[in-house]
Nanobody
Framework: QVQLVESGGGLVQAGGSLRLSCAASGLTFSTYDMGWFRRAPGKEREFVGRIIWSGGTYYTDSVKGRFTISRDNAKNTVYLQMNSLKPEDTAVYYC????????????WGQGTQVTVSS
């Protein structure tokens, strides 16, 4: 079955960096768009960004210029490089997979906690 496993979360000071990874299995990774989402305490889940099957990326305004999504199709892994972290970036971060041309994400990881201290 399809599995998405995030890793790389942790505690970091404001201004610091973290790189999250999401390892996928059970799907043809190169034919999926991959998204990153986050849920802060007491808030709704929020879209962070995505990388489509061909490598194009899109980000929500609040992370543009600070976060970068990349993928390694040979390793079935997508990455979220987060720089200049702010306390408001504190959240559980999730990766998700969406078949090309689909409108909804089909598969989700379990999430990894990112905490940014001020």
């Amino acid at each position: 079955q399809v599995q998405l496993v995030e890793s790389g979360g942790g505690l970091v000071q404001a201004g610091g960096s973290l790189r999250l990874s999401c390892a996928a299995s059970g799907l043809t990774f190169s034919t999926y768009d991959m998204g990153w989402f986050r849920r802060a305490p007491g808030k709704e889940r929020e879209f962070v960004g995505r990388i489509i099957w061909s490598g194009g990326t899109y980000y929500t305004d609040s992370v543009k210029g600070r976060f970068t999504i990349s993928r390694d199709n040979a390793k079935n892994t997508v990455y979220l490089q987060m720089n200049s972290l702010k306390p408001e970036d504190t959240a559980v971060y999730y990766c998700a997979a969406r078949r090309v041309a689909a409108t909804q994400y089909n598969y989700w990881g379990q999430g990894t906690q990112v905490t940014v201290s001020s």
